[in-house]
């Protein structure tokens, strides 16, 4: 792809080459004693994007692609001598800790120890740890090895207390969004679907530990059944590997990687540090042009129409990608995805938004927790779509409706009066249900989206209208079932969605490409978190 000279931003580039010499200096002299530990703090959860020390913390909190871009360098590096790993809670939704979990294991495999150590161990913390070389707690610690447990509520019985009545149509018998407010527990529909989503995540969990512990996968399952283990017993049954205190692990560390110590004290360094040194290292830039790079955009939480920074803003978010299909300098984009859905007409922009960008460069989406409904319609239209086993995605259905309060403003004394011009007039206002005219009105535009969503699946997908459609009706997948079923190209995390995506644009093993990330996260982080970005 030809480039044209870009001289107004070689100024900036000249400062990023000077800046780079400045820490290749700095990184001499970090490890011209010999290799180091890196140490890694893993909070909870681990989030999308990374944030700027906030007041109180000692360091800026680490996102997820930032952690398995420095286990992913590091495994390589022969100045890394282990990875050592505090882990400060559960670090989210299964996909999280599967990708997490696949880079500790990369680590271990290239002969570098990584050492864990947890106050405690939650099922999730548990299955990320088990591809460490060492699992350690405190002696006061304890294993909660609980399974997985879906538990929804459901408020029809408390609303039909209130005089409240949900009116509420779908399109897909698996579309179960609205049983919230219409059900007092799971319909048969739904309860199949989750059944089949536990016993996927289950197995997963099993297996891994399995591998990990050097167990057997009937041990586990009898572990489990247990539950709850003390330190000890946790120790004695093989799920961790020592019990001690943080003061204690210092002399392990020299025992497992000795060149990393100076006088039974491991030389310790920050993974924060070592991605501005190593990890995000791309190179010297040239100077009379832009230097090539991936773009990394994150996308979390419902689908809206608009602009902000809440959630998935359509229009944020297509004035984030549109652009980049244009840019000369953007060889493809990663478009990593974790969102249940929301607004039918948000989505098809995102997902038209998304197929404009696909019809010059590749972009490759990275299915987080979950990307469902809207989450896919939006991901339909990619080059390729990569999920974790335990993503939870499809969902390809529509629900629509009200909640009609006539009974409730009866009870209370409020009176309800309008006057009306037009057969749907009312069709929106909660003093009533819909009437038999307005249900097949709103039906007809639900089945109107739902045949639109069938064909952006089967055009993104190259499938047909009716082949979507049997794996459709608002049914939830695994990513297990997603890729046998074909809705997912393979399983896989950020780091696979970069190799993908680089490998769709041609760049050799070694080429040096910068990635840039977005949304820009503001300086202040605490409020980024509470707008739930």
């Known amino acids: 792809m030809s480039q044209l000279l870009d001289l107004s931003g070689c100024p900036r580039r000249v400062a990023a080459n000077l800046a780079r010499t400045a820490r290749l200096g700095v990184a001499r002299g970090m490890f011209g004693r010999g290799p180091v530990w890196l140490r890694l703090r893993l909070t909870s959860p681990v989030p999308e994007l990374a944030a700027p020390a906030w007041f109180g913390q000692r360091e800026p909190r680490l996102s997820l692609l930032d952690v398995l871009r420095v286990l992913d360098v590091a495994k390589d590096d022969p100045d890394v001598g282990g990875v050592a790993i505090r882990l400060l809670g559960p670090p989210g939704g299964a996909s999280r800790v599967e990708s997490l979990r696949r880079a500790i294991g990369a680590v271990t495999e290239a002969g570098k120890p990584v050492v864990i150590w947890s106050e405690s161990l939650t099922t999730q913390e548990l299955w990320l740890a088990s591809a460490a070389s060492r699992v350690v707690i405190p002696p006061s610690g304890s294993v909660h090895l609980l399974g997985f447990r879906f538990e929804g509520f459901f408020l029809r019985d408390l609303l039909h207390k209130l005089g409240v009545r949900a009116d509420v149509l779908r399109v897909g018998e698996f579309k179960s969004a609205g049983e919230i407010l219409t059900r007092s527990g799971h319909s048969e529909e739904a309860r199949a679907q989750l059944e089949t989503l536990a016993d996927d995540l289950f197995e997963t969990l099993v297996r891994d530990v399995a591998t990990g512990r050097g167990l057997s996968e009937e041990q586990v399952r009898g572990h489990v059944d247990r539950g709850l283990l003390t330190a000890a017993r946790a120790e004695e049954a093989g799920l961790v590997d020592a019990c001690q205190y943080p003061d204690e692990l210092e002399r392990m560390l020299c025992e497992l990687v000795p060149a990393a110590c100076n006088d039974d004290k491991p030389r310790l360094l920050d993974a924060s540090t070592y991605i501005a040194l190593r990890a995000s290292d791309s190179g010297f830039q040239p100077l009379l042009q832009p230097a090539p790079r991936i773009v990394y955009v994150a996308a979390r939480g419902g689908i809206g129409r608009g602009q902000g920074l809440r959630g998935i803003a359509a229009d944020t978010y297509r004035r984030l990608l549109e652009p980049l299909a244009e840019r000369e300098d953007v060889l493809g984009v990663v478009l990593r995805v974790d969102s249940p859905g929301g607004e039918g007409v948000a989505s098809d922009l995102l997902c038209r938004a998304v197929r404009r960008v696909s019809e010059q460069k590749p972009i490759v989406v990275s299915m987080g927790d979950t990307a469902a409904s809207g989450g896919y319609f939006l991901a339909a239209s990619a080059t390729a779509i990569l999920g974790e086993a335990t993503t939870v995605t499809g969902s390809i259905g529509v629900v629509g409706g009200k909640l ?64 979507i459609h049997a794996l459709a009706q608002g049914r939830v997948w695994s990513g297990v079932g997603a890729v046998h079923h074909g809705l997912l190209d393979g399983l896989g995390g ?30 202040l982080a605490g409020v980024w978190e509470m707008l739930g970005a």
């Open 494 to 523: 950020p780091l696979e969605a970069l190799r993908e995506v680089r490998d769709r644009a041609g760049l050799g093993l070694g080429e040096r490409v910068l990635l840039e990330e977005h949304p820009r996260v503001p300086r």
């Open 404 to 467: 009609d309060f006539s009974e409730l403003y009866e009870r209370v004394g409020v009176g309800r009066d309008a006057v009306e011009r037009g057969a749907q007039s009312g069709l929106h206002s909660e003093a009533r249900g819909f009437t038999p005219s307005e249900r097949r009105a709103l039906r007809d535009e639900l089945g109107a989206l739902y045949e639109l969503f069938l064909e952006r699946v089967a055009q993104g997908r190259g499938r047909s209208r009716d082949e």
